[in-house]
């Protein structure tokens, strides 16, 4: 409960001039990859070769207009094999087609804020009730801005501040708070650094096969597009609103931790990397993901995450040794040689159709968020709670490659790299 006692240093005094709260990073990088849930007019045009029209998080609201707790969607594989020549009959040897489904769950998220007593509220000059709502609301956008990205990242990781709204994987609470089950990025959607390219999540004697010199880099990320344009089943690009070079220079988004930005800019002449950013704005309505500290190499968008989803020395990383498995190898670490001084920041490579996120109907609202006021106590404790009914998942398919079934994170690909922690 919140409580101003007599004496307190924030109870009102001649003092109280001016009022602060810590400042907090703005939480709106996730609401600019959504948009909405692909449908059958969708697929028939990524089949056509069409122009994607999707976004990293796809968004669907089915769930406030049903009395359900879970929604499932469905990837139908491409059709493949050589085609019949002159006269030979193909009547009654139709090519079957195959699909897979994923799906995820929502529930309900809660927080109650009280703005104290009535003798609380009387010490202080600050309006306790306001304060209370805005703390509320910047709360839920925090946590509505984590989760899509714990998801994305197959991890939690190590870093913690008071602005996580998610506790760290150890915490009893964690599996409840994500509803769905956090997954590890797939076999062929999980690289690391070697500092001059890429290559496939390794291990040897119990340690990961990195080094502090695998950094992110130019290097790094021409290897990633290379490797991205000859895969076979590649991520879907991304095409946001109004994007009239979509069709013609297709892109994704590359979400990097502040460490590896830095790293990132100090490999190459940085402010020609943002002027890219910004021209290609101006071909997209000057959308704000192209804005502020963007900036573009090979048709990579490249963006801060909220929050770097980041592994000290001695912490495993999971991951997934096959292509034909979702079982998680969780006993390799970090290697002892980063002591404190060095970690393992994960990126992002985020192509279109990546996150599921579903929104559920509160009743007193018949829209996915609510906020309540309440006086307690007989009317002399001021309560605020606010909350949302939704759900994320990252989109998991089991994708016929031709020779070889493979469970494919669908739009997402996680890149681990070596970064030095700032100030030791």
Request: glycine share 8%; with cysteine; proline share 5%.
């Given at each position: 409960?919140?409580?101003?006692?007599?004496?307190?240093?924030?109870a009102?005094?001649?003092?109280?001039?001016?009022?602060?709260?810590?400042?907090?990073?703005?939480?709106t990088?996730?609401?600019?990859?959504?948009?909405?849930?692909?449908?059958?007019?969708?697929?028939?045009?990524?089949?056509?070769?069409q122009?994607?029209?999707?976004?990293?998080?796809?968004?669907?609201?089915?769930?406030?207009?049903?009395?359900?707790?879970?929604?499932?969607?469905?990837?139908?594989?491409?059709?493949?094999?050589?085609?019949?020549?002159?006269?030979?009959?193909i009547?009654?040897?139709?090519?079957?087609?195959?699909?897979?489904?994923?799906?995820?769950?929502?529930?309900?998220?809660?927080?109650?804020?009280?703005?104290g007593?009535?003798?609380?509220?009387?010490?202080?000059?600050?309006?306790?009730?306001k304060?209370?709502?805005?703390?509320?609301?910047?709360?839920?956008?925090?946590?509505?801005?984590?989760?899509?990205?714990?998801?994305?990242?197959?991890?939690?990781?190590?870093?913690?501040s008071?602005?996580?709204?998610?506790?760290?994987?150890?915490?009893?609470?964690?599996?409840?708070?994500?509803i769905?089950?956090?997954?590890?990025?797939?076999?062929?959607r999980?690289?690391?650094?070697?500092?001059?390219?890429?290559?496939?999540?390794?291990?040897?004697?119990?340690?990961?096969?990195?080094?502090?010199?695998?950094?992110?880099?130019?290097?790094?990320?021409?290897?990633?597009?290379?490797?991205?344009?000859?895969m076979?089943?590649p991520m879907?690009?991304?095409?946001?609103?109004?994007?009239?070079?979509?069709?013609?220079?297709?892109?994704?988004?590359?979400?990097?931790?502040?460490?590896?930005?830095?790293?990132?800019?100090?490999?190459?002449?940085?402010?020609?990397?943002?002027a890219?950013?910004?021209?290609?704005?101006?071909?997209?309505?000057?959308?704000?993901?192209?804005l502020?500290?963007?900036?573009?190499?090979?048709?990579?968008?490249?963006?801060?995450?909220?929050?770097?989803?980041?592994?000290?020395?001695?912490t495993?990383?999971?991951?997934?040794?096959?292509?034909?498995?979702?079982?998680?190898?969780?006993?390799?670490?970090?290697?002892?040689?980063?002591?404190?001084?060095?970690?393992?920041?994960?990126?992002?490579?985020?192509?279109?159709?990546?996150?599921?996120?579903?929104?559920?109907?509160?009743?007193?609202?018949?829209?996915?968020?609510?906020?309540?006021?309440?006086?307690?106590?007989?009317?002399?404790?001021?309560e605020?709670?606010?909350?949302?009914?939704?759900?994320?998942?990252?989109?998991?398919?089991?994708?016929?490659?031709?020779?070889?079934?493979?469970?494919?994170?669908?739009?997402?690909?996680?890149?681990?790299?070596?970064?030095?922690l700032?100030?030791?």
């Amino acid at each position: 409960m919140t409580h101003i006692p007599s004496g307190s240093a924030l109870a009102n005094t001649i003092k109280s001039a001016g009022l602060f709260v810590n400042c907090m990073q703005r939480p709106t990088l996730m609401n600019r990859l959504a948009g909405p849930m692909p449908l059958q007019k969708d697929a028939e045009g990524h089949l056509r070769l069409q122009s994607s029209t999707d976004y990293p998080i796809v968004r669907c609201r089915d769930l406030s207009k049903k009395a359900t707790d879970e929604i499932s969607f469905d990837l139908f594989n491409i059709i493949g094999g050589k085609p019949a020549m002159g006269d030979t009959k193909i009547e009654g040897y139709g090519e079957a087609m195959t699909g897979t489904t994923d799906s995820l769950k929502i529930n309900q998220y809660r927080k109650a804020i009280t703005a104290g007593g009535k003798m609380t509220q009387q010490r202080t000059p600050w309006e306790l009730d306001k304060l209370a709502k805005a703390q509320a609301e910047s709360y839920m956008m925090r946590l509505n801005d984590q989760l899509p990205l714990v998801h994305l990242a197959g991890a939690r990781g190590d870093a913690y501040s008071i602005e996580w709204a998610i506790p760290l994987a150890s915490d009893p609470d964690f599996a409840s708070i994500l509803i769905n089950t956090l997954r590890a990025p797939t076999r062929n959607r999980h690289f690391m650094s070697t500092g001059s390219g890429i290559e496939q999540i390794a291990a040897g004697g119990n340690e990961i096969t990195i080094a502090t010199t695998d950094v992110m880099n130019t290097d790094v990320l021409d290897e990633i597009r290379m490797y991205v344009d000859g895969m076979s089943l590649p991520m879907p690009p991304v095409k946001f609103d109004g994007d009239s070079a979509a069709e013609d220079s297709p892109l994704r988004v590359l979400m990097v931790s502040s460490e590896q930005y830095g790293s990132i800019k100090r490999s190459t002449n940085f402010r020609a990397l943002q002027a890219q950013a910004y021209a290609r704005a101006s071909q997209a309505k000057n959308h704000p993901l192209f804005l502020g500290d963007a900036a573009m190499w090979e048709n990579i968008l490249i963006v801060r995450m909220p929050k770097p989803i980041r592994f000290n020395s001695g912490t495993a990383i999971n991951w997934c040794a096959l292509t034909t498995s979702t079982t998680e190898t969780t006993t390799d670490l970090v290697p002892a040689a980063f002591s404190t001084t060095h970690a393992v920041d994960r990126a992002l490579l985020l192509g279109g159709q990546a996150l599921a996120q579903a929104f559920g109907k509160d009743t007193r609202t018949s829209n996915p968020f609510f906020w309540s006021e309440k006086w307690l106590d007989h009317d002399n404790e001021f309560e605020v709670a606010i909350g949302m009914v939704a759900g994320n998942s990252k989109i998991r398919f089991l994708v016929d490659h031709g020779d070889s079934s493979q469970y494919t994170d669908y739009g997402v690909m996680a890149i681990d790299s070596a970064i030095a922690l700032a100030g030791r």
